[in-house]
């Protein structure tokens, strides 16, 4: 993520959020669908409370269907309805959006019990940084709307998206702090993308990764780049990616911090294919 977190940003994003969740009905808890534990803000249950809630999976194009498709049946079966989206593209979204309407209902209902006249439900989308919250509001809004950056800032006057007949979305999403203290986590955080090339270290990154990588899919790396063989150490193979490619310091080595960062970005892309870090 490009924002180190300290506790002055944890509390104030903390407070924007409680903030804005008085003005809404539901709330959409965006998660990474290849990482749903790890791109979780850990303070999330207390952060939300009672809340009505949608889990909804991004970056659904990314990871592995069944990987996605357990996650849905774990949510579910833990009380908390949960959707599969692919904000890119727009796959999942209608469905999101006829089950936030439907978990806002009671609350809409329970106004209008009061004699009071007929409103809208109003969600809003929080999560961690690089989820997707940007792409899957401006996704709804059909432009340009949700603000960029990653930094919980002031609130300027909220904006409401309609959302079909019945619903609208605050443009402002929440920002939540992920839970980067442990190693494992901050790896799947940076190789997904959501720790940015300045925190980590590409070569350990890649390293981890394509050990990975050969004990899920042994042939994905071979295939993609061409490799007769696989070498026994892991470093060995990044260079020979690297070689493939032609990444050469001047002197004639091998550049193998730019072929750990290409490796990466392939594996971001999905262009090794769709994987998902962790199960239930
Ligand atoms: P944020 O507001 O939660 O911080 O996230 P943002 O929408 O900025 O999205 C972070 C990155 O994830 C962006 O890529 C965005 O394109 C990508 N993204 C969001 N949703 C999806 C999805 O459903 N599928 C795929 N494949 N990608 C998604 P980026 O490389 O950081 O920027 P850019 O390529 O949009 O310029």
Redo the contacts with the bound molecule.
Sequence with gaps: MDIQWYPGHMAKARKQVQQNLQMVDVVIE?LDARIPASSRNPDINVILKDKPRLVVL?????AAPEATAAWLDYFNRNALPAVA?????GAGIKKMIALTEQQARPAVQKYMSRGRLARLARCMVV??????????I?KLAGKKV?R?G?RPGVTRGEQWIKLGSKLELLDT?G?LWPKFEDPETAYKLSVT?AIKEQIYNPEEICLKLVQWLLEKAPDVLASRYKLDTIPGEIWEVIEKIGKYRGFYLSGGKIDSNKAAVFVIKEFR??RLGKFSLELP
């Design positions: 965006l991004n970056k659904s194009d990314l989206v692919d904000a890119h593209h999560g961690v940084p690089n989820v997707g919250k940007s792409m899957l401006n949700a960029t990653n999403p920002i993308g892309e999905g």
